[in-house]
């Protein structure tokens, strides 16, 4: 079993930079994959970047240029850099890994974006 936790979330100003941290630990073998969601008050849970083992990256097309994604930690971490941040980015953001044997979701942690 992996369990995930993420670090980074709390209150901000539009225009403002957060720094989400996700640490994968349990059983772990070849995560394959990384990435972050988010879910919106209201609003079904959307995809937001993911990051494989190649490092190759898949980001929303609305964050594009204002969040990147990486791996750290001999890739067991996954940082999502947020920068510019808008009032439409606050939700919750949940932190996700595959490895062969399935997915896994940490609890999330909350982002909040207001003036």
């Known amino acids: 079993q992996v369990h995930l936790m993420e670090t980074g979330g709390g209150l901000v100003q539009p225009g403002d930079s957060l720094r989400l941290s996700c640490g994968a630990s349990?059983?772990?073998?070849?995560?394959?994959?990384m990435g972050w969601y988010r879910q919106a008050p209201g609003k079904a849970r959307e995809f937001v970047a993911t990051?494989?083992?190649?490092?190759?990256?898949s980001i929303l097309d609305s964050v594009k240029g204002r969040f990147s994604i990486s791996r750290e930690n001999g890739e067991n971490t996954v940082i999502l850099q947020m920068s510019s941040l808008k009032v439409e980015d606050t939700g919750v953001y949940y932190c996700?890994?595959?490895?062969?044997?399935?997915?896994?979701w940490g609890q999330g942690t909350q982002v909040t974006v207001s003036s």
């Open positions: 996700t890994a595959s490895d062969a044997w399935g997915t896994y």
């Open positions: 349990g059983t772990i073998s070849s995560l394959y994959q």
């Open positions: 990051i494989n083992t190649g490092l190759v990256t």
